[in-house]
């Protein structure tokens, strides 16, 4: 069974930084891209960034320049920096990994971290 779970949340003022984390655990055998997701209240769920398991980034046009996608492949991790947060940064984040448990990539999703910017 797979686990996605993040931390790092919270609140913050406008042009402030958070950094998430979201480790998998379980029993896998490896795990492919990761991204970020993010749902505001009466939105739809909205990508944010993704990382390839070779280090390759790509970002949402609304956080480009502002985010920054890492992972550790020894861990399992990925981060997502934050920088200059906004008040429309507002959401409940999401971790999304596709995770090879025996022989095909399943993806699976984290419980959400809730991040709150004031203005």
């Known amino acids: 069974q797979v686990q996605l779970v993040e931390s790092g949340g919270g609140l913050v003022q406008a042009g402030g930084s958070l950094r998430l984390s979201c480790a998998a655990s379980g029993s896998f055998r490896r795990v492919n891209a990761m991204n970020w997701y993010r749902q505001a209240p009466g939105e739809q769920r909205e990508w944010v960034a993704g990382?390839?398991?070779?280090?390759?980034?790509n970002y949402g046009d609304s956080v480009k320049g502002r985010f920054t996608i890492s992972r550790d492949n020894a861990k399992n991790t990925v981060f997502l920096q934050m920088n200059s947060l906004k008040p429309e940064d507002t959401a409940v984040y999401y971790c999304?990994?596709?995770?090879?448990?025996?022989?095909?990539?399943?993806?699976?999703w984290g419980q959400g971290t809730q991040v709150t910017v004031s203005s």
């Open positions: 990382i390839t398991s070779g280090g390759i980034t």
């Open positions: 999304n990994a596709n995770v090879v448990v025996r022989f095909v990539g399943t993806d699976y």
